[in-house]
């Protein structure tokens, strides 16, 4: 299995701020063949199911507002939040699809600073 | 809009057989998505139990695959989730999320049902 690992469990930003989630990965995602990476990225706000935000590392989910922003290739990637809103307040998981089991990291919970 | 929504007992007992329905209203389930299955114990994370073609090709997780089925019902544009030999372990909400067109990342989630393994 690839196991996902998030950095850092929780973080706090204050209004406005910058948020950055790190995300790594046992093994690459990145599959030759096609050159993309096979990582997405969810939101989870208390009591709801996760939302989809970026997919193939990068590309945002419609409806997904451009202060949120996916980088990364092969083992390391990052989620950034570039002016973190009250409502973005959620746990952030990292997905590989590059291969059954598919796996998610731990989750990191973004909070107000 | 696809909307997902899952039903079952919200408690089964130890050894039981925990058994939920994911009913995909707005959109047919015999197209060229892949239906997954999702867990969340309480304040954990995230985990794939398994995943359906409307062909009724299936993959599992080699963590639960002894104890899973995961099957479909086109008629009733309805997917299935059966656990065997539960135990507390397995308390959790269970989702279940579209992955469009073999993609491999959930684009539509139900809700989620609560499922109690207790005596």
């Known amino acids: 299995d690839i196991v996902m690992a998030q950095s850092p469990d929780s973080l706090a930003v204050s209004l406005g701020e910058r948020a950055t989630i790190n995300c790594k990965s046992s093994?690459?995602?990145?599959?030759?063949?096609?050159?993309?990476?096979?990582l997405a990225w969810y939101q989870q706000k208390p009591g709801q199911p996760p939302k989809l935000l970026i997919y193939?590392?990068?590309i945002r989910e419609s409806g997904v507002p451009d202060r949120f922003s996916g980088s990364g290739s092969g083992t390391d990637f990052t989620l950034t939040i570039s002016s973190l809103q009250a409502e973005d307040v959620a746990v952030y998981y990292c997905?590989?699809?590059?291969?059954?089991?598919?796996?998610f990291g731990q989750g990191t919970k973004v909070e107000i600073k | 809009q696809v909307h997902l929504q899952e039903s079952g007992p919200g408690l089964v007992k130890p050894s039981g057989t925990l058994s939920l329905t994911c009913v995909v209203s707005?959109?047919?389930?015999?197209?060229?998505?892949?239906w997954s299955w999702v867990r969340q114990p309480p304040g954990k994370g995230l985990e794939w139990i398994g995943e359906?073609?409307?062909?009724?090709?299936?993959n599992y997780n080699p963590s639960l695959k002894s104890r899973v089925t995961i099957s479909v019902d086109k008629s009733k544009n309805q997917l299935s989730l059966k656990l065997n030999s539960v135990t507390a372990a397995d308390t959790a909400v269970y989702y279940c999320a579209r992955d469009l067109e073999a993609r491999g990342f959930f684009d539509y989630w139900g809700q989620g049902t609560l499922v109690t393994v207790s005596s």
């Open positions: 093994q690459s995602v990145l599959y030759s063949s096609t050159n993309k990476n096979y």
């Open positions: 707005s959109g047919s389930i015999s197209v060229s998505n892949w």
């Open positions: 193939w590392a990068s």
């Open positions: 359906i073609y409307h062909s009724g090709s299936t």
């Open positions: 997905q590989q699809y590059y291969s059954t089991p598919r796996t």
